[in-house]
Antibody, heavy 120, light 107 residues
């Protein structure tokens, strides 16, 4: 059974770079049938797609975050990563990683989510 | 960019009620729409994919309909365990857009 697990610092200072990793177990990240994505949810608010990556390294970003986001993949370690630069308090959120099919276009499964707080 | 407008933002209903949530796209999105349920402290779970298809294992009281710009998510008979927030999600590969969410409460 495929599982995804987010990891990274729970506290980031304003203006710094948020870095998270999503480790995939129970399956290969190198499948041509899936995108691997990041979604976030500020406390008490809705879901926002951050971006996705294909195993080949092709990336796709939310236009509203594109200038600050970098998503990368490490197929040798079966993980993908998120970097969000110049963070502010507005970037405080639960960050989820999830898989989405290229044909089955919904996110499943999801990681459990990790809360990242931006504060000095 | 395609905008997704979900309504209502919150809803209170009684056990056994029929519940309907709407999602409207700013332009024709065919049937490229999914519906998720999110319970507090949990990741979302897909219930309906491609507008009207029930995901495996999801109770049949959940359904979806619509195409083009107007979509509807329905719970035919609300159960206590259905208390959650529901989101529509459009895909325009590979760009993803979520609706604002509908918080469902028991009256």
């Amino acid at each position: 059974q495929l599982q995804l697990q987010e990891s990274g610092p729970g506290l980031v200072k304003p203006s710094e770079t948020l870095s998270l990793t999503c480790t995939v177990s129970g399956g290969s990240i190198s499948s041509s049938s899936y995108y691997w994505g990041w979604i976030r949810q500020p406390p008490g608010k809705g879901l926002e797609w951050i971006g996705s990556i294909y195993y080949s390294g092709s990336t796709y970003y939310n236009p509203s975050l594109k200038s600050r986001v970098t998503i990368s993949v490490d197929t040798s370690k079966n993980l993908f990563s998120l970097k969000l630069s110049s963070v502010t308090a507005a970037d405080t959120a639960v960050y989820y990683c999830a898989r989405r099919g290229t044909v089955t276009n919904w996110f499943d499964p999801w990681g459990q989510g990790t809360l990242v707080t931006v504060s000095s | 960019d395609i905008q997704m407008t979900q309504s209502p933002s919150s809803l209170s209903a009684s056990v056994g009620d029929r519940v309907t949530i709407s999602c409207q796209a700013s332009q024709d999105i065919r049937n490229y729409l999914n519906w998720y349920q999110q319970k507090p402290g949990k990741a979302p779970r897909v219930l309906i994919y491609d507008a009207s298809n029930l995901e495996t294992g999801v109770p049949s009281r959940f359904s979806g309909s619509g195409s083009g710009t107007d979509f509807t998510f329905t719970i035919s008979s609300l159960q206590p365990e259905d208390i959650a927030t529901y989101y529509c999600q459009h895909y325009d590969n590979p760009v993803i857009t979520f609706g604002q969410g509908t918080r469902l409460e028991i009256k």
